[in-house]
Each structure stands twice: as C-alpha cells, then as structure tokens.
C-alpha cells in the first residue's frame, strides 16, 4: 500500500485522489469475502435442496436463489483474485519476455480490463435504475432484482478504482526499469 501511495504521489494526484484510490484498492481486496460468502450460501442451498429431494421435499426457488447469488460471487471476487495474484495469466508465454515487455503486457491487461469492466460498471447502474423502476422481480420468490443489479454495479466500479491503481503502478514500474536501462 506505501508502494502504491508515493507512486500515486510522484504522478502528483492530489491527496483526495490518493485516498480514494488507495481506500478503493484496500476495499477491492476486502470484497472477496462477499463473494466466498455468496459460494458458500448457493452450494449449502444447493447440497440441501438435494438432500430434501430424496426426502420428496425440495427447497422452493433454489434456482433463483443460486442464480442470484451467482452474480455475486463472480463480480465480487474479481477484485479479490486480482489482489491475490491468483488471476488467469499466460506464465508459460510471458514468462520468457522481459521484465519491461512483462510490465507492458500487464499494462495493455488492465486498460483492456479498465475498458471491460466500466462499460459494465455504466451497463449495471442502467439495468438497476430500470428494474427499480418496473419493479421487476423473481418469478417464483417475487425477489426485487435492482439491488443485485446495484451490488454488481459497486463491485465493477471498485475493480475500475482498483485497475486504475495497477494501471498507474505498471507505468511507474515500465519508466523505472526505462531510467534503470538507460
């Protein structure tokens, strides 16, 4: 997190700016647990409407449910895997490139990223505001569909902040190795 800071420093953000993006970052990482939350809910839904099945019983709106709680886990644990490290890369190719080319291609990644995930960031707002507004729900369970609209809308724009971050980082990182070769 200092890392990140004097870097966002020597770019001269302002200190609002920095505290927004650095704030945005450390609740990026923090957001995960949402999304281990909402796995955990939809396999324990999931494991006891088979269970109940046996039994000839069955756990109304376990679909919906698990569809909903699926949008969840996967836009809130974005962030998470990408402060983990644990996101989907190419080692067997990058891992030949040097440590500028590395930095380069990681760059291109989060601007493609920051491209992806704000269009559906702008998208998620548009689709809760609408379904706020015909009050669209669930089939079965009558479950009001914006506020997970809405929660998938916060999680994409925290991601944005925090691409935004790692995009800054990598550019600082490619003008050091620069300075460094030269």
């Known amino acids: ?22 704030s945005s970052e450390v609740i990026s990482c923090k ?18 409407d088979v269970f109940l099945r046996w039994f000839g019983y069955a756990i ?3 679909m919906e449910i698990t569809e909903l709680l699926l949008g969840i886990m996967a836009f809130y644990s974005f962030s998470w895997c990408y402060c983990e490290d644990k996101h989907l890369k190419i080692e067997v ?5 040097s440590d500028k080319t590395r930095c380069i291609t990681n760059l291109l990644g989060s601007l493609v990223g920051l491209i ?17 507004m015909r009050k669209e729900v669930t ?21 944005v902040f925090q691409l935004i971050t790692i995009s800054i980082d990598r ?3 490619i003008i050091t ?3 460094k070769n030269n």
């Open 31 to 48: 957001i995960g647990y949402i999304g281990m939350m909402s796995i955990l809910a939809m396999m324990s839904v999931t494991v006891i």
């Open 171 to 173: 550019v600082a990182k």
């Open 177 to 179: 190795l620069k300075r």
């Open 116 to 132: 992806f995930f704000g269009s559906i960031a702008w998208g998620a707002y548009g689709f809760a505001i609408d379904s706020y």
């Open 93 to 97: 190719v990058t891992e030949k490139f």
């Open 139 to 159: 089939p079965l369970l009558n479950i009001p569909l914006f506020p997970i609209k809405a929660a998938i809308g916060i999680a994409s724009v925290l991601f």
């Open 60 to 62: 109304l709106g376990c």
């Open 1 to 22: 997190m200092q890392r990140i800071n004097k870097i966002l420093e020597a770019i001269c953000c302002s200190p609002k700016q920095r505290n927004i993006l650095v």
